[in-house]
């Protein structure tokens, strides 16, 4: 009976090991906010990685209209969204507004291809062209911005750093994206 409850507390102890230890590997803050962000409320700004290794935050654009687009590599909805992007390009360069594709903290866990090659695959004229950036998000931006864990979402957010609007499927929803933009100007 003594080694059974021996092993338990083994078993125990390493569990709760591993967990702090994702946790904290995964997380510098316990400061997330843990609910949707909303039209109107000042976007949270987290740092990111740009896929050319240089790092930027939400400040870096303020003064510019930006798309910040929550995607994984592995989503097929998000490649159609890319497609749809390299078709439309013109009209963003054109408004002046970057679209930054943020790869969602670790591919929320599963395999794809690495965010440069993925937007490089599905969108290389809006990517040769700037148009959009591809970049990963760290684990508190992640869980900011998509606490649910939502594929292909994405926020339109103002120069002056105010969510404008809220949508996912950017594939699908590309033409209320691009009123959205044009009722903001």
């Not at 609910?35 to 987290?46: D, F, H, M, R, V």
């Not at 510019?64 to 749809?84: I, K, P, R, Y």
Request: proline share 3%; charged share 10%.
């Amino acid at each position: 009976m003594k080694k059974i409850v021996l092993m338990a507390a083994v078993i125990a102890v390493v569990v709760v090991a591993v967990v702090v230890v994702l946790f904290v590997h995964g997380s510098t803050s316990t400061s997330v906010k843990l609910q949707n962000i909303t039209s109107g409320e000042l976007a949270p700004n987290y740092e990111f990685l740009i896929a050319n290794g240089s790092s930027a935050n939400l400040t870096s654009y303020r003064g510019h209209v930006t798309v910040l687009w929550f995607v994984a590599t592995w989503c097929s909805s998000c490649a159609q969204g890319n497609e749809e992007l390299n078709q439309n390009y013109q009209f963003f360069r054109e408004h002046g507004i970057k679209v930054v594709e943020l790869e969602l903290y670790r591919n929320l866990g599963y395999s794809g291809p690495d965010i440069a090659s993925f937007v490089y695959s599905y969108a290389p004229t809006a990517y040769a062209n700037s148009t959009i950036i591809p970049a990963q998000a760290g684990y508190n931006m992640t869980v900011s911005y998509d606490p649910k864990g939502y594929l292909d979402i994405y926020y339109l957010v103002s120069s002056s750093g105010k969510v404008l609007y809220v949508n996912s499927s950017l594939g699908s929803t590309l033409g209320q994206l691009e009123h959205a933009i044009n009722v903001s100007e």
